[in-house]
């Protein structure tokens, strides 16, 4: 009779044993997720101070690895925030640490992907991270790490002071990882390119390990506002969040612990809602027992009446920024922005954004093409599951009299709390009816200012045209009838060919 | 005959000052700083009709417009001017051309035509604004039938003005183009025209002298006669007097060409004078398939449906020759070809047929006359 073994894991081994499930799937999406997670962190970093991002990224070749892949070195460099030395080896060498656990927009969800990236780095090359950072005080910090997978706990190896002469703040983080770069080139250059469509007040660079260089300008240093922290709404717990709270809090009545832990819960609300689920107003939280906590938590889902999340924890591109990203990177012949009311699913709230290029500089696929975001991150892979796509393909073009295979580039950006999306790995957005009813109402919107421009352009299309046949065959007519008619002067048909110009809609 | 030569220079006259006449319609819409634009009768079929008293069909009064202004019609409107510009120069200067050169020739003006049927729509419409037809224009079709017989003509084409030529010097008949349909008629021994279907019974009939054993002039049609050879028909019943004898085919196919050449088509309704309205259609009919015991095939279904449409047609209610005939081919259901005849011997259909044809009592509508 063997004995089962039953042993702890820390998160670092669960992630190490589990990097699928991050995107970390194979050398060439793995290179490309690296690079996204950093410079997302960094992006995250400036945005949240109102700094205009300065974003530089080189990947360089290191060494040979196996046939396929190569060892390179990542080193991305922000003018971000910045992080207080304390909190260095925590933030780059223990997984699950991170600033992102309140409730707001931000690019990462879980404080996950830059510590993946790190951590997959360091499985694969066996090398330190070296982390340099200042929050624009007296002095840079930089410290050479690794992680200790087993304990999920950083290992200082090195640790500099050096002073800070120029208040220089932000972040350089500098590591190596093993990948296979000329396969993931095309994802990554596009992730670049798109990167900076929704992010016009970022200037992005990035150098290739064969010292190219992609460089991406800012258009305006104009930011959207930064996103307020938000309590979690009723609708959006779970027993688990219920746990946390009631461990945590200071208050000792249920009416004082919803109203002081949740959003958009006040004295009558609470009132109200107690009565519905049956429980003290006065019933101490930490006197709940577990299958209160849980009835708690079903009841805080049925109840009707909550207000709905407000819209503040949300950092939307807005109009105007996402008119001048798609035109800095696509310079299409006519755009067209909408952006959506806020709106909400399970208690998140979340806002759809949407352009629609046509002609100029958009790509001719014979077919649209779909640019997606969620919280300012491009969505690159299985775009055909994706949401949007499934609402583009569904709509019933001809009524727009739209067809696919005019240059039409439609970008979507959602962004919530917590985007829906349907795995870890990020890349594509679930298919949820609130979701899909707000992305085909800003679908419908755009589509149809962009058949109001059709239309006028088939018109001025259709004018030229008339007025090329009239110029065409008066003319003739003029010169055949001046020699039927025995004539020598020609008549005059110029004031003919204006009269066609200025009543150019009569018996056409 | 002077006189029919001055009536062809006056003609041509005629039609020169008509395409200068539209010229200057336009020229002056245009100098006043309007849109040119016309009208002329519609073709359309609601405005077909039979006209009983000129025994063709012709057009009603609705008239269809054409403006310069409207952006369908500028197109065809300029195409119309230019027909117009080039018939008046080939007319003024008594050159010839065919409806295929025409469609080419516009090339030359960067006046495309999309097909050739295009632009023998536009001539067409010359013919029907102008009333003339378009050999009187100049404009020929490609198609041609001949003629045999003891006609002296007098051409009036450039070149051989003066000369004149008798219509039997070539035996195998002379083609029925421009420079004979323009020429004038000198002199002729003739006392009848016969029209015949079919050139391999032209030929035999040329074989063996037909004209000098019936004084007649032989016209092979060639199928359905072309516009030409009708409105050729019609002068030379017209100009010489001469009674004009129709034979074809004894089947409903055959039948039509002879009402064609007696009453017109409905094509050419916005026309005159191209038919022969006193003509008549000697044969075969359905009872010579009886009286002669002619071999036969029977009628198949298209025959039968045409026959049907054919008896309702206007222009076989004037003869009751016509009904009487179709009746019969509806109910021995056969029909017959004018070679059938050769089942008796090469010459039978000379010798006998013919004779007998001719001698028959004249319908008794085209009795009238002249």
């Known amino acids: 009779m063997g004995q089962a073994s039953f042993e702890e894991i820390s998160a670092s081994d669960f992630f190490y044993r589990n990097r699928d499930i991050a995107g970390l799937t194979n050398p060439s999406r793995s290179i490309f997720v690296a690079i996204r ?95 340099t950072s200042s929050t624009g005080q007296e002095k840079i910090y930089t410290f050479k790490l690794m992680i200790d997978i087993q304990r999920n706990k950083p290992i200082i190896l090195d640790r500099k002071v050096l002073i800070n002469k120029e208040n220089w703040h932000g972040t350089i983080i500098e590591f190596t990882i093993e990948g296979d770069y000329l396969r993931a080139m095309t994802k990554i250059i596009e992730y670049f390119k798109q990167t900076a469509m929704v992010n016009p007040y970022a200037n992005l660079t990035f150098v290739d390990p064969k010292g190219r260089l992609y460089k991406f300008n800012r258009a305006t240093t104009v930011m959207p506002e930064p996103p307020k922290e938000t309590m979690p709404h009723p609708y959006g717990v779970d027993v688990e969040l219920l746990q946390r709270l009631i461990q945590i809090t200071e208050h000792t009545t249920m009416s004082s612990f919803l109203r002081g832990h949740f959003h958009r819960v006040g004295e009558i609300t609470a009132q109200k809602f107690l009565e519905f689920a049956g429980i003290q107003a006065n019933k101490n939280p930490k006197k709940l027992s577990h299958e209160e906590i849980v009835r708690l938590m079903q009841n805080l889902k049925k109840y009707k009446d909550f207000l709905p999340p407000d ?71 299985d775009e055909a599951s994706d949401v949007s796509y499934r609402v583009i393909s569904a709509m019933n073009w001809r009524r727009y009299k739209v067809s696919p295979d005019m240059p039409i580039a439609i970008v979507v950006h959602i962004c919530s709390t917590k985007v829906p999306y349907k795995t870890v790995g990020k890349e594509f957005i679930s298919d949820r009816p609130e979701v899909r009813k707000e992305v085909a109402n800003a679908l419908r919107e755009v589509s149809r200012q962009i058949q109001h421009f059709l239309a006028r352009q088939e018109h001025v299309h259709m004018e030229k045209k008339r007025l090329g046949i009239f110029s065409k065959y008066l003319p003739k007519i003029a010169e055949f009838a001046t020699n039927l008619a025995g004539k020598e002067k020609k008549p005059d048909i110029e004031k003919l060919l204006k009269s066609v110009q200025k009543y150019g809609n009569e018996e056409s | 005959m002077a006189t029919k030569k001055a009536k062809i220079a006056e003609k041509k006259l005629e039609v020169i000052s008509r395409l200068k006449q539209f010229g200057t319609q336009i ?344």
């Not at chain 1, 008119?323 to 909400?344: D, I, M």
């Not at chain 2, 056969?334 to 001719?358: C, M, N």
């Open chain 2, 27 to 370: 020229y002056d819409q245009l100098d006043e700083g309007a849109f040119p634009s016309i009208t002329m009768p519609s073709r359309s079929t609601e405005n077909i009709t039979y006209d009983p008293t000129l025994r063709q069909y012709i057009l009603g009064e609705n008239r269809v417009g054409r403006s310069a202004r409207n952006i369908r019609h500028i197109r065809p409107f300029t195409q119309l001017a230019w027909v117009a510009f080039f018939s008046n120069e080939l007319t003024s200067q008594r050159k010839t051309s065919t409806l295929r050169d025409v469609y080419y020739s516009a090339q030359a003006y960067e006046m495309t035509f999309n097909d050739q049927q295009e632009s023998n729509n536009i001539i067409t419409d010359l013919e029907t604004l102008t009333g003339y037809a378009r050999e009187e224009f100049s404009i020929f079709p490609e198609e041609r039938s001949a003629i045999f017989g003891d006609l002296d003509i007098g051409y009036t084409v450039p070149g051989y003005e003066g000369k004149s030529v008798n219509l039997t010097s070539h035996p195998d008949g002379v083609l029925i183009g421009p420079a004979v349909t323009s020429s004038e008629f000198i002199k002729t021994t003739a006392d009848k025209v016969i029209a015949i279907e079919k050139g391999a019974l032209f030929t035999r009939f040329i074989e063996e002298s037909v004209h000098s054993k019936h004084k007649s002039l032989l016209i092979s049609c060639g199928g359905q006669a072309p516009r030409q050879t009708r409105s050729f028909i019609r002068r030379l019943h017209d100009e010489l007097g001469l009674p004009v004898y129709i034979l074809t085919d004894g089947d409903p196919w055959g039948m039509h060409i002879a009402q064609v050449i007696i009453s017109g088509s409905a094509n050419a309704a916005h026309l005159r004078d191209l038919n022969t309205p006193d003509a008549v259609w000697s044969g075969v009919w359905a009872s010579d398939i009886i009286d002669y015991k002619l071999p036969t095939d029977p009628l198949d279904e298209v025959d039968i449906k045409r026959l049907y449409e054919l008896q309702k047609d206007p222009r076989y209610q004037s003869d009751p020759i016509w009904q009487r005939e179709i009746k019969l081919f509806l109910k021995i259901k056969r029909k017959t070809e004018l070679e059938a005849f050769s089942r008796y011997g090469l010459t039978y259909i000379v010798d006998e047929y013919l004779p007998a044809k001719l001698d028959q009592k004249p319908q008794e509508n085209n009795r009238k006359k002249k």
């Open chain 1, 311 to 381: 819209a503040s924890c949300l950092s939307p591109l807005g109009e105007e920024l996402l008119k001048a990203g798609v035109t800095k990177e696509l310079n299409p012949e006519y755009l067209v922005v909408h952006q959506r009311k806020p709106s909400t699913y399970a208690g998140h709230p979340f806002i759809v954004e949407m352009a629609m290029a046509y002609g100029g500089g958009v790509p001719k696929r014979g077919n649209f093409v779909i640019y997606r975001f969620a919280n300012k991150i491009p969505l690159l892979y």
């Open chain 1, 37 to 131: 997670e950093v410079v997302e962190n960094s992006l995250d970093a400036a945005e949240s101070q109102k700094i205009p991002p300065d974003v530089y990224v080189r990947l360089s070749f290191e060494a040979e690895a196996t046939k396929e892949t190569q060892i390179y070195k990542l080193r991305v460099e922000d003018n971000g925030s910045g992080i207080p030395p304390r909190f260095i080896p925590s933030a780059f060498g223990q997984v699950l640490y991170g600033s992102k656990y309140k409730l707001k927009q931000a690019r990462g969800t879980f404080g996950l992907g830059g510590k993946m990236a790190v951590l997959y780095g360091q499985i694969t090359t066996h090398q330190p991270v070296t982390v």
